[in-house]
C-alpha cells in the first residue's frame, strides 16, 4: 500500500459508503477540491451541498440535516471549521446531532500556507465538548475504517485528517475501534504515543532508539477522545515514561489527555512533544525538524528525558 493523504482515503470511503447508504450527504464550504469530497459530489449530485465561505451557516445546515435524520459530513479544513465553535458548541454537540465533522489539512505539515491555514488547535477545543469524539487516523486503512465507523456511530464526531501523505503503519488485518488503540511495537524503556502524521515518524525514532540501546514501545492513538486509557496505563505501568508527539499545540491535545488520564489514575513521568508557538510556512519535512516531531527529535527528545 502506498503513502496516501488521510484526506484522499476519506474522499474514497466516502463514495464507497454512500453507494450503500443514501443517508450520507457531504456539506462544504468552498473547499471540496481540497477536502476530497469533489467525486462524491459528481457520483451522488443531489446529496452534495457546496454553500460558499459561510462556515457557521455550513455547520448550521449540517446539523439541521442531521435532525431530519441525514448522515452529514461537514467538511473544511481544520482551523476553519473547529474556528466556527460556538455554532459547533451549541448546532452540533448540545442537540447531540448526528453530525460529522471533517477538519482536513490539519497541523504545522500543510507546509507552505502558513499559520493561517493550519489547524493547530482543534483537538483542545473539540475536546472541551462533552459528547464530541476525536479521532486522528495514522494511514489509508485506519482511514477508510474510520469513516465506516463514523457512519455507524450515533451522535457527533470530529474527524481529523492530513493533507500530506501518510505511509502505512497499521497491519493489514488490523480493525480500528473508538477508544481503542493500537501497539505498533512492543518496548520495555519508554511508551511512545503518536497520532495521525507523527505515527510513523515515532516509529522510526524507535528504530533509531534501537541502535541506542534504548527499547520504545510505539502506540498509534488514533482515538483522541475517548483514549484508551487501558492500554495506556498498561504500557506506562510497564515502562515507567511516557512520551506524546503530535502535530498540534502542547496545551490541550493528545498530550493533554494523556496527562490528565495519567495524572488521576498512575502519575508517571510524561513529556508532551508538539508544536511550540504558532506555526509558520516552510516545507513540511523541515517545520517537523524544527518542532522536533522528526524521528531524529522525538529520538533526541527521549535519549535526553531518559537521561541516556
Known amino acids: 500500500m502506498a503513502a496516501k493523504a488521510s484526506r484522499a482515503a476519506f474522499g474514497e470511503a466516502l463514495i464507497e459508503l454512500g453507494a450503500t447508504d443514501d443517508r450520507i450527504v457531504t456539506v462544504d464550504a468552498d473547499l471540496s477540491k481540497s477536502t476530497m469530497t469533489a467525486k462524491f459530489a459528481k457520483a451522488y449530485p443531489d446529496r452534495a ?3 460558499g465561505i459561510a ?16 448522515i452529514p459530513f461537514v467538511c473544511s479544513f481544520a482551523c476553519f471549521v473547529v474556528g466556527r465553535f460556538e455554532t459547533i458548541r451549541i448546532s452540533v454537540a448540545y442537540t447531540n446531532a448526528n453530525v460529522k465533522i471533517v477538519g482536513t489539512h490539519a497541523g504545522i505539515a500543510i507546509g507552505e500556507d502558513g499559520y493561517s491555514q493550519m489547524g493547530l488547535e482543534d483537538i483542545a477545543c473539540i475536546r472541551a465538548l462533552p459528547n464530541v469524539p476525536v479521532i486522528q487516523p495514522a494511514d489509508e486503512l485506519e482511514t477508510k475504517q474510520v469513516i465506516a465507523c463514523a457512519v455507524q456511530h450515533q451522535g457527533p464526531l470530529y474527524l481529523r485528517l492530513t493533507r500530506q501523505n501518510l505511509e502505512p503503519v497499521c497491519p493489514p488485518d488490523y480493525q480500528f475501534r473508538l477508544g481503542r488503540w493500537l501497539v505498533l511495537r512492543p518496548g520495555q524503556d ?45 504500557s ?73
Open 49 to 51: 451541498f457546496n454553500l
Open 55 to 70: 462556515e457557521s451557516n455550513m455547520v448550521g445546515i449540517g446539523a439541521g440535516l442531521a435532525l431530519a435524520g441525514k
Open 190 to 234: 519508554v511508551t511512545l504515543i503518536g497520532t495521525g502524521g507523527t505515527v510513523f515518524n515515532c516509529l522510526e525514532a524507535a528504530t533509531l532508539l534501537e541502535a541506542q540501546g534504548i527499547s520504545a514501545e510505539v502506540v498509534n492513538a488514533a482515538s483522541i477522545k475517548p483514549l484508551d486509557e487501558e492500554l495506556l496505563l498498561r
Open 236 to 308: 506506562a505501568g510497564k515502562t515507567g515514561h511516557v512520551v506524546t508527539a503530535e502535530d498540534h499545540a502542547i496545551a490541550g491535545g493528545l498530550g493533554g489527555a494523556v496527562a490528565e488520564a495519567l495524572g488521576e489514575a498512575l502519575p508517571t513521568p510524561l513529556r508532551r512533544l508538539g508544536v511550540q508557538g504558532f506555526g509558520e510556512s516552510g516545507d513540511a519535512k523541515g517545520l517537523y525538524a524544527k518542532h522536533g516531531l522528526d524521528p531524529a527529535g522525538i529520538a533526541g527528545a527521549i535519549r535526553k528525558f531518559l537521561n541516556r
